[in-house]
């Protein structure tokens, strides 16, 4: 059964969705960016109900400023409060003893970085965003991806010689690549430090930007296992990613 709830967080109220189910491992969704907990293309949604058919209730909300709670918007880094009033949330009104927590982007670093406050006891981690943002370019490894697929396409080279290539856009991708350090991020080495033993799985799909990036910086020093899915969207939206991402969550949901 789906509901409706809401629950304090720092003065204000955070509205969230429940779908009930007996187990006592439930999931917590903590949604990305300014995303609605609906999730992009409905996804969290439909997501929340085929993890509660098997047996797991799920947690959807808004974070503060977002959606239909109250409060101001400031971004993932002031998350933590939400992340904490929405896992206790979850164990109140389900019942449950352990919970598992999923997130994409910076919902992901979010998690990593917060999740402790929370008492989480398992995180799932979907291409977590963890390189700042450089203008309106792509990361670097993005750019390094990109060109390297297409230098191999003779389609490109032909694009190039007939100017249907953006000559100023290519020049800044270059200057982007010439100036950018391989592996530097000022998130990574706070999201690599931030696990503290708790066991982590973290879902990429390769051919997204956030996930390029993403590996270029990882250093996998921590009790991570990275599972990587043959897709270029960024919230699991082609056709096989959301049975595969819903597999995924079930067996973090199914192990200690």
Known sequence: MRRLVTFPCMGETLAGTLDAAPGTTGLLIVSGGNELRIGA???????????AAAGHPVLRFDRRGIGDSTGTNEGFRSSAPDIAA??????????????????????????????????INRLVLANPWIVEPSGDLPPPAAIRATYAARLS????????????????????????????RRGQSGLSGAFAAAFGGTPADILLATGDNTAIAF??????????????????????????????????LLDALSRD
Do not use: Y
Request: proline fraction near 4%.
């Open 153 to 180: 396409s003779p389609a490109e080279w032909k694009r190039l010689a007939t100017g249907g290539v953006n000559l100023r856009r290519l020049a800044q991708g270059l200057v982007t690549l010439a100036t950018s």
């Open 41 to 51: 293309h409905r996804g969290q949604a439909l997501l929340a109900a085929a993890i």
């Open 86 to 119: 929405a896992a206790a949330a979850l164990r109140d009104q389900a019942g449950v003893t352990r919970i598992v927590a999923f997130g994409n982007c910076d919902a992901a670093t979010a998690l990593a970085l917060f999740h402790g406050q929370a008492g």
């Open 215 to 248: 590996l270029d910086t990882w250093h996998p020093r921590q009790p991570a296992t990275v599972h990587r899915r043959d897709s270029d969207s960024h919230s699991f939206a082609r056709p096989g990613d959301a049975d595969w991402l819903r597999d995924r």
